[in-house]
């Protein structure tokens, strides 16, 4: 069974930081793409940050400069470095991973969220 538990998250002042981590367990074959999203009530949920395998990174506009995603694949987790914080920043924060159990089954598996509040 995989499981993707994440950590990290809490209550920061605008202009501060927050590292999100996302660790990811079970009987795996390999990991393709690694990403974050999140979500506010109300609202879809929205991607921040995406890191393939061996790929290029993406960031949606509104974090740009300010998060850096990275991977530790020996250790199969996902982390968001964000600086900067900004009230708007406020929301749900889901990772979610890319990865087969079985050389040809690949999905998508998600984490639980971890909640991040910006104060002004």
């Known amino acids: 069974q995989v499981q993707l538990v994440e950590s990290g998250g809490g209550l920061v002042q605008a202009g501060g930081s927050l590292r999100l981590s996302c660790a990811v367990s079970?009987?795996?074959?390999?990991?393709?793409?690694m990403g974050w999203y999140r979500q506010t009530p109300g609202k879809q949920r929205e991607l921040v940050a995406i890191l393939p395998d061996g790929g290029s990174t993406y960031y949606a506009d509104s974090v740009k400069g300010r998060f850096t995603i990275s991977r530790d694949n020996a250790r199969n987790t996902v982390y968001l470095q964000m600086n900067i914080l900004k009230p708007e920043d406020t929301a749900v924060y889901y990772c979610?991973?890319?990865?087969?159990?079985?050389?040809?089954?690949?999905?998508?598996?998600w984490g639980q969220g971890t909640q991040v509040t910006v104060s002004k």
């Open positions: 079970g009987n795996i074959f390999g990991i393709n793409s």
């Open positions: 979610n991973a890319d990865l087969a159990t079985q050389p040809t089954i690949w999905r998508t598996y």
